[in-house]
């Protein structure tokens, strides 16, 4: 069975760094592009990057490039986001995906970020 | 390429059928999917490939469409369908993009 596990819900205060983790199971890792979307409070979807577990291929949407850093560690299945500088604007839920280069056909549960000082 | 969703809210009863829209700023082929999304949780998918229904999802839920025009059908709605519906397109990427969604809601 598929799975993608995210880790728990964050408090920050702008300026503060933050990594977030998204970890695969029932499947082969490594050959499944996994993407990261965020939810800002009551809006749609936004796409936010894309990784490619296999070469690191990483692709970004222009609204979060230099913004945000996507990875992963193939070793523990696990994929990550990171932010360096976080912004009250960055408050949101942030799910992970995997994609299958027609859709995003598994999802984490959601990683909820509220940026407050 | 843009994919705008329209109406922004509908308001339907239960047992009813439902029509939401998607259009594409320019052809897309087949290349299209549809998620649902209730307070709370995370997207499911749908529809892929304009279509075809994924894994799992109920009979009364039924894509068509190809090019720039895509329609999501729910017949005889229940009340676990009320919720928010996204498409995106995926016949170049990156980007990504998604629709601003749709809101079913009760009448």
């Known amino acids: 069975e598929v799975q993608l596990v995210q880790s728990g819900a964050e408090l920050k205060k702008p300026g503060e760094s933050l990594r977030i983790s998204c970890q695969a199971s029932g499947y082969t890792f490594t050959s499944q592009w996994i993407a990261w979307v965020r939810q800002m409070p009551g809006k749609g979807l936004e796409w936010m990057g894309i990784?490619?577990?296999?070469?690191?291929?990483?692709r970004y949407s222009p609204s979060f490039l230099g913004q945000v850093t996507i990875s992963a560690d193939k070793s523990i299945k696990t994929a990550y986001l990171h932010w360096s500088s976080l912004k009250a604007s960055d408050t949101a839920i942030y799910f992970c995906?995997?994609?299958?280069?027609?859709?995003?056909?598994?999802w984490g549960q959601g990683t909820l970020v509220t940026v407050s000082s | 390429i843009v994919v705008t969703q329209s109406p922004g809210t509908v308001s339907v009863s239960p047992g009813e059928r439902a029509t939401l829209s998607c259009r594409a700023s320019q052809s897309v082929g087949s290349n299209l999917a549809w998620y649902q999304q209730k307070p709370g949780q995370a997207p499911r998918l749908l529809i892929y490939d304009a279509s075809t229904r994924a894994t799992g999802i109920p009979a009364r839920f039924s894509g068509s469409g190809s090019g720039t025009d895509f329609t999501l059908t729910i017949s005889s709605l229940q009340s676990e369908d009320f919720a928010v519906y996204y498409c995106?397109?995926?016949?170049?990427?990156?980007?990504?993009?998604f629709g601003q969604g749709t809101r079913l809601e009760i009448k």
């Open positions: 990784f490619y577990p296999d070469d690191s291929d990483t």
């Open positions: 995106h397109h995926s016949k170049s990427w990156p980007p990504i993009t």
């Open positions: 995906a995997r994609f299958t280069g027609k859709t995003f056909d598994f």
